[in-house]
Nanobody, 126 residues
Framework: QVQLVESGGGLVQTGGSLRLSCAAS????????MGWFRQAPGKEREFVAG???????NYADSVKGRFTISRDNDKNMVYLQMNSLKPEDTAVYYC????????????????????WGQGTQVTVSS
């Protein structure tokens, strides 16, 4: 069992930055693929970014060049650095853990993830 707790959300102006953190506990997660998803009001949860155990990444087209996912396996942490934020980035952001064998091209498939955090709200004002 893996427990995931997100933090770092908040209110920021357009063009600003935020860094989200996800703390994992319960068992060793260093081999898991880790992902960030987001859900805006009235919309489905969508993929944002994913990272495998060796640091390979995948990003949604909407955030490429603005967001960076990283992980610290020694600290059981995953991060999402978000720069140049836009109002359309407003959503609840969720951290998720998936199997180690999840290929980069499959990181965006929501049902491939086994564990989810409770989410953290990000609001970007215009």
């Amino acid at each position: 069992q893996v427990q995931l707790v997100e933090s770092g959300g908040g209110l920021v102006q357009t063009g600003g930055s935020l860094r989200l953190s996800c703390a994992a506990s319960g068992r060793t997660f260093s081999r898991n693929v880790m992902g960030w998803f987001r859900q805006a009001p009235g919309k489905e949860r969508e993929f944002v970014a994913g990272i495998n155990w060796s640091g390979g990444t995948n990003y949604a087209d909407s955030v490429k060049g603005r967001f960076t996912i990283s992980r610290d396996n020694d600290k059981n942490m995953v991060y999402l650095q978000m720069n140049s934020l836009k109002p359309e980035d407003t959503a609840v952001y969720y951290c998720a853990a998936g199997p180690s064998f999840l290929a980069a091209q499959a990181m965006g498939v929501r049902h491939r993830y086994d564990y989810w955090g409770q989410g953290t709200q990000v609001t970007v004002s215009s």
